[in-house]
Nanobody, 118 residues
Framework: QVQLVESGGGLVQAGDSLRLSCAASGLTFAFYTTGWFRQNPGKEREFVASISWTGSTIDYADSVQGRFTISRDRAKNTAYLQMNSLKPEDTASYYC???????????WGQGTQVTVSS
């Protein structure tokens, strides 16, 4: 019954911005860490960013530090990934996921495609 749905992906040019959304149903974000990941066919899944349920701990991959911002709106049960200064290397399918503190990511969305042209 738990469902995570990503949206906001698209085709953009280098330097443009996108905001990805992750809407959750069947649970609330309370007590969960929210993470964003990305992956291309035949490649390893890559960690992008995460935020703890309290919002006190936020982590970013070095490759997106300073360009991406993760946030949550608990009232709307929605997480966001603001992506600025996009590069072709950011092209991937982006997924949101949830885990308990200290646990593994248990719930995953279906992904949204981001394509950045040069």
């Amino acid at each position: 019954q738990v469902q995570l749905v990503e949206s906001g992906g698209g085709l953009v040019q280098a330097g443009d911005s996108l905001r990805l959304s992750c809407a959750a149903s069947g649970l609330t974000f309370a007590f969960y860490t929210t993470g964003w990941f990305r992956q291309n066919p035949g490649k390893e899944r890559e960690f992008v960013a995460s935020i703890s349920w309290t919002g006190s701990t936020i982590d970013y991959a070095d490759s997106v530090q300073g360009r991406f911002t993760i946030s949550r709106d608990r009232a709307k049960n929605t997480a966001y990934l603001q992506m600025n200064s996009l590069k072709p290397e950011d092209t991937a399918s982006y997924y949101c996921a949830l885990r308990r503190p200290g646990g593994e990511y248990k719930y995953w969305g279906q992904g949204t495609q981001v394509t950045v042209s040069s």
